[in-house]
């Protein structure tokens, strides 16, 4: 047996292998530490810590109102999903209940990130064709996103209460767009996974799946049901006449990725209700007024969202501050992690990167 680390930017003598151009955690904040017998790997053990951000850290120095802009910063493909979870929590200790029309707004931005963030993910296995579709599509959410918030890749536009303005003209019909368009990817998709031979591949079972706490396409692929917008309804989700996504349950590479494209249609889904529900709200606030020092009261409070990448939960300790005592974020991708390490024993060495490719990650989400 050989032991070997796999990675990028590794010292001399140690295999370094590229992940790919597209893959989102293809840097050298991604690395395994491999057992090998002959050409099967025995055990990989993640290597985390390279790019370790702080953030938590820098919570506790943030005033609530200066914490809603830093949290989007760890996961870089699916920001808003941060920003609403700070947003969430803190409301939650303050008892405070935006207005309908900001919490529909939250509902599109969410699912639109969402649909974003599974683009990146799917671009690296299909085929040319639909990946430059999935990439042309990512583009055009970015624009988008850029028309509503004035940012292309961190939108800065969750407030504790609502959302920072209304949409602006013209946006709306634009989501509609972009939803529409994701739908018409998703049959290409299936198709192009189906033939990339992944089934049987790094296989997490449903008991394991539990017991690294997967989420996400990784949990829901090995039988997991804890998307929270179904298990705890937040925002308007339990409004929408959605079901969870349905696809196989095998627990491999395969399967994650069929929900992972079976998420992009249910956001798609998700849309086309939010935009048509939004226009009755029209002339509505969208957010609240808050003191000039806004100060959770003493106390801990604990909220969950389902994130790109499953479920992100907030632990928010306060002890009547501007600032939090401590604010402790549970990070999908950090579990995913785990068990996608765990399910890669017995894998050849040659199928190493398509089976991580499954996994869904971000890495500024795991060092965060």
Sequence with gaps: MRSLTVGIGLAPGDLSLDLGEFHPVSHGGFQLQLELDGDLINRAIPRIGFMHRGAEKLFEVRDYRQIMMLANRHDWLAPFASELGVALTVESAMGITPPERATWIRMLMAEI???????????????????????????????????????????????????AHDLPKGTLQRAA?????????????????????????????ESDALGFGASGPVGHASGLTNDTRFTTPYLFYDRLSISPVSAPTDGDAQSRFMHLIGQIDLSATMIAEITTALPATDGEPVNVVLPKVVRAPEGTNYSWSEGTTGINGWLLVSAGDKTPWRLKLRSASFNNMQAIAHSLSGTPLDRLADAVKSSFIVIGDVDR
């Design 113 to 163: 990130t969402r649909i974003n963030a599974d683009l990146a993910f799917l671009t690296g296995s299909v085929d040319i064709q639909t990946a430059q579709r999935a990439r042309a599509l990512r583009e055009d959410t970015a624009v988008w996103f850029d028309q509503v918030t004035g940012n292309r890749v961190h939108p800065m536009f969750a407030r504790i209460g609502g959302v």
């Design 177 to 205: 767009d972009i939803a529409h368009a994701a739908q018409q990817l998703v049959n290409p998709a299936r198709d192009a996974i189906a033939a990339a031979d992944l089934a049987g591949l790094a296989v997490l079972s």
